[in-house]
């Protein structure tokens, strides 16, 4: 779709189920930095990549050696790899273009979320999420694994939280969510305290500390399109926006800068200071009359809009807000199911939600023709009108009487090599050595194996044209064949107009092969001579009345002979009729 060609006018969020895909059973599901395929992992080890144009699926990636469940998938920033996590703690790593399992890590436990690194082209550094322990920094070139602080503080120092620690003092876990920034020099971290760390990735080492409000455990972090806003999925069933105060380029340089600038070393309330000046708290969405918890929650394209999954197992509630005025915008109900995923289009008001039953919803705007936007003079009619012309409107106009616009750019020079940049994309996601649709080789036409049994009965043969089959040869046939061995039969007969006859000059004539309809009718017709013929003609009504028998193909009828005066009577099989020269169709 050419994106200048939507309404700016009408609403950028979506309204109504359009579409839903199924190819076997869907857990999570991610578009690419276009919004061209869509990434969907299912059951069994499985990533099916859905061309999002057409609808269809583009490619089915399997790993043998998985028949796991996948938890998570993440596009690379070029769209040429892909990250699956699976419940049998691996990491696999995809070359999409050749459908091939670049490198794959097992880790100590179940990552329920993963992210590539977003600086790079062919990124080989992962970020994992486990279920019940610090985040993993994973480098799947060298096969190493790093661990990530969760907290500035040393062990002996955080022994009072005792709500992850087990009766003898050892920690049991440390829920914690991880996610890169824009550009991937910076990890940000939330823990089960409610504290946001900023972590430098080449180091790995704590540069600031943000304190979130009401100090939850954080569940998810997800960063907007632009990299200018950040949002917390926290378990007080809150969802939080921040405004990232570092630039979008090179914010390691400006963070390190800023602590130079305020000095005092790696305190907690240093660390604390520096984390004003990372981020600000801007809004915070909650649904109050439910007081519902949230699966999932994630920014539109531009990051105008915030979206959150209902976590509730019986209902499929989206619900949309507007980022800057923090206002319900629309909520959405879909089946009596709940959510499992959610995945906003990244240039179009398209909404995917992965159901419980692994089904994956396509919600999009109900869009309203509206013709008078092609012309200014276009007018819509709610009924047929008779048109009346005008007595000028269709006059010849000669062409001195034209006059011709002056073109003032006719000597301009066209640029037809420079492309403009879409607005709807940032800088880095313009970039020309992108994988965005995969190519389609057509399979070759196969012939069709022509079952025997088949070709016996679709085609007919010779024994088929020229006679019925044996089980539809009556007795009374056999019999009469019996009685006169001298005459040809009809099925004789039949084969004999088959085969073809011998012509004056000594060729035969040419084979016609009959189709199976008319060797039905031709047998049919013979069936009928045959019965016919069985039948005794009243041989002593024929010699008293002088009339000779003529036999045919059909019938046998009895005719007067030439030398009767004026009158012929015909003696039927079943009737006699007799008609008079002068009372034509009167029957005595």
């Known amino acids: 779709m050419n994106l200048s060609l939507l309404d700016p006018f009408q609403s950028d969020f979506p309204e109504v189920i359009e579409e839903y895909l199924e190819h076997g059973f869907t857990k999570c599901i991610a578009f690419n930095r276009r919004g061209t395929l869509l990434a969907a992992g299912g059951t069994g080890g499985t990533c099916v990549i859905w061309d999002f144009d057409t609808r269809g699926v583009a490619t089915e990636l399997q790993n043998k050696d998985c028949c796991a469940v996948i938890t998570s998938v993440s596009w690379s920033k070029c769209g040429h790899r892909l990250l699956a996590a699976a419940t049998d703690k691996s990491l696999t790593l995809w070359d999409i273009a050749q459908g091939a399992k670049i490198a794959s890590v097992t880790l100590q436990q179940t990552a329920l979320h993963a992210r590539l690194h977003p600086g790079s082209a062919s990124p080989t550094l992962c970020l994992a999420c486990p279920m019940s322990s610090a985040p993993l920094l994973v480098d799947f070139a060298t096969g190493m694994t790093y661990v990530l602080p969760v907290s500035p503080l040393k ?27 824009k550009r991937g020099d910076l990890i940000y971290v939330g823990n089960s305290k409610g504290e946001i760390l900023i972590i430098e990735t080449e180091t790995r080492q704590v540069q600031s500390i943000v304190q979130v409000p009401g100090g939850a455990v954080i569940r998810q972090i997800v960063f907007s399109r632009s990299g200018q806003y950040l949002l917390l999925n926290s378990n007080d069933r809150v969802i939080r926006v921040f405004e990232n105060l570092l630039p979008r380029d090179k914010a390691r340089t400006a963070l390190a800068e800023l602590v130079n600038t305020l000095g005092g070393g790696n305190t907690l309330e240093n660390l604390k200071l520096r984390g004003c000046q990372c981020l600000t708290l801007t809004k915070d969405f909650q649904d109050a009359v439910n007081r519902m918890h949230w699966k999932a929650a994630c920014f539109n394209g531009d990051g105008e809009f915030v979206v959150g999954a209902s976590a509730s197992k019986g209902e499929h509630k989206i619900h949309i807000w507007n980022r800057k005025f923090g206002q319900l915008a629309r909520i959405l109900e879909g089946p009596k199911e709940g959510l499992a995923d959610l995945a906003w289009h990244p240039t179009r008001p398209i909404v995917a939600s992965v159901s419980m039953s692994g089904v994956v919803f396509l919600w999009a705007k109900d869009y309203t023709e509206n013709w008078s936007a092609f012309a200014p003079d276009f007018q819509e009619l709610e009924e047929n009108e008779e048109y009346v012309e005008r007595e000028d409107e269709f006059d010849m106009m000669p062409d001195t009487d034209k006059v011709k616009p002056a073109r003032v750019d006719e000597d301009e020079e066209v640029d037809i090599m420079t492309t403009e940049k879409v607005a709807a994309y940032s800088d880095s996601d313009d970039s020309q050595d992108g994988l965005y649709f995969l190519p389609t080789t057509p399979l070759p036409d196969t012939p069709e194996q022509q079952n025997p049994t088949m070709q016996s009965s679709d085609v007919p043969s010779k024994e088929q044209n020229s006679s019925p089959s044996e ?118």
């Open 155 to 181: 062990a002996q120092d955080a022994v009072h939280h005792g709500r992850n620690k087990t009766n003898d003092g050892t920690v049991l876990y440390s829920p914690a969510a991880a996610s890169f920034n």
């Open 471 to 588: 089980s539809e040869r009556s007795p009374l046939v056999d019999e009469d064949e019996k009685a006169n061995p001298s005459e040809p039969s009809h099925c004789q007969v039949l084969e004999s107009l088959a085969e073809g006859e011998i012509g004056p000059n000594g060729r035969g004539k040419r084979k016609r092969k009959l189709s199976e309809k008319a060797a039905e009718y031709q047998a049919e017709k013979g069936r009928k001579s045959t019965k016919k013929s069985r039948v005794s003609t009243p041989r002593q009504k024929i010699e008293s009345t002088g009339l000779s028998t003529v036999h045919t193909d059909y019938e046998d009828f009895a005719v007067d002979p030439p030398s009767s005066k004026g009158k012929f009577s015909v003696q039927h099989e079943f009737e006699d009729i007799e008609t008079n020269d002068g009372n034509e169709g009167e029957t005595p």
